[in-house]
């Protein structure tokens, strides 16, 4: 069976939306965001050169807030431009066109173009399409789900993946050290440079209902990190304490998440953000994620460093494989 895209229904939407999108009241953004307040998570200068304050503002944001926006990243403005307008370029294409890229029914990959990604409770969809391609290492990629329109797709992804491990490399260091570890143990125990940059771009049309729909539910990243490019349309919220907010647009700057496997190697010193995403009645939002993962075939747990009599084992080991499996299918970890 076909499965109908969320693009398709906005178009036809004028005034209601279908039943499946419609949150319980408990999830409704419209009964449960704290209005008129935008909250200011941590912004971090990535350039700043006193390596000790930048670990230190790394690791207060990872600990109190798991989320945090980094400034003079080193990304030149033009390639992030040159991100936002291929990815969004692609979601402006013919529908025809878009389905060649689509996840073939029954695969067990991520990679391709799509709509439903995670069983939702009671049956609720999100209000977004996606397509997902991994970007790095080249032996992960496959081009087969890389779009040929426009034509500067496939260079303009590339350039941005090159960028990107200077980045990631540069906020591992910081959080490796910030355990009171050398600078490299974080990520080799993360899978090192077989670790896996997936891009996925999230397309969320405009709404007619947003005061009802979400474009993703409340959930927390399965990853290690995640650096993520919004457009200027508000979507993005964070819970704390236990209420939601608007998180800060800044243009240019690059947010990051904390991901469940960096909570899992820390012992839990740092924390996974659980967020989601609000959609807006006249505008399209759009956002470019990168998940970092480690290798499928990778056993994770607390580092054996931070593990003694005063701070035993908060997490069990298990293969990411699993780990993703269970959390996909929101079925209990074995």
């Known amino acids: 069976m076909e499965v109908e895209r969320v693009q398709d229904i906005a178009s036809l939407s004028k005034e209601t939306i279908p039943e499946e999108f419609i949150r319980s009241s408990n999830e409704q953004p419209a009964l449960t965001t704290v209005c008129g307040t935008v909250l200011e998570v941590p912004v971090i200068d990535l350039s700043n050169p006193d390596e000790e304050e930048l670990v230190k503002a790394i690791v207060e944001a990872s600990s109190n807030w798991g989320m945090f926006q980094v400034v003079n990243h080193g990304i030149p403005d033009e390639t992030i431009r040159k991100l936002k307008e291929v990815g969004q370029a692609f979601f402006e294409l013919p529908q025809e066109e878009k389905e060649a890229y689509a996840k073939p029914p029954g695969s067990q990959t991520i990679e391709g173009y799509g709509t439903k990604l995670q069983k939702e409770v009671q049956g609720k969809r999100g209000w977004?399409?996606?397509?997902?391609?991994?970007?790095?290492?080249?032996?992960?990629?496959?081009y087969q789900f890389w779009?040929?329109?426009?034509?500067?797709?496939?260079?303009t992804n590339e350039e941005y993946a090159k960028h990107m491990h200077g980045v990631a490399s540069k906020l591992f260091r910081c959080l490796s050290l910030g355990l009171g570890l050398?600078?490299?143990?974080?990520?080799?125990?993360l899978g090192g440079d077989d670790?896996?940059?997936?891009?996925?771009?999230?397309?969320?049309?405009p709404c007619p209902r947003p005061d009802l729909a979400l474009g993703v539910p409340a959930h927390t990243d399965m990853s290690t990190l995640t650096i993520l490019v919004p457009n200027d349309v508000q979507g993005l919220q964070a819970c704390r304490d236990d209420h939601w907010y608007d998180v800060e647009y800044i243009p240019n700057a690059l947010v990051v998440h904390i991901g469940d496997q960096i909570e899992i190697v820390s012992n839990g010193k740092y924390k996974s953000v659980l967020h989601r995403t609000t959609v807006n009645k006249e505008r399209t939002r759009i956002s470019w994620p990168v998940f970092l993962e480690p290798p499928s075939n990778l056993k994770i747990g607390p580092h054996p460093k931070l593990i003694d009599e005063a701070n035993p084992p908060k997490f069990e080991s298990k293969m990411y494989s699993e780990y993703h499996a269970s959390k996909l299918n929101k079925t209990p970890p074995s």
């Open 128 to 142: 977004v399409d996606h397509l997902f391609n991994k970007i790095w290492p080249p032996s992960q990629i496959n």
């Open 147 to 155: 779009p040929k329109n426009p034509p500067s797709y496939r260079e």
């Open 182 to 189: 050398e600078g490299d143990v974080m990520k080799a125990a």
């Open 195 to 205: 670790m896996v940059y997936l891009l996925k771009i999230n397309y969320y049309p």
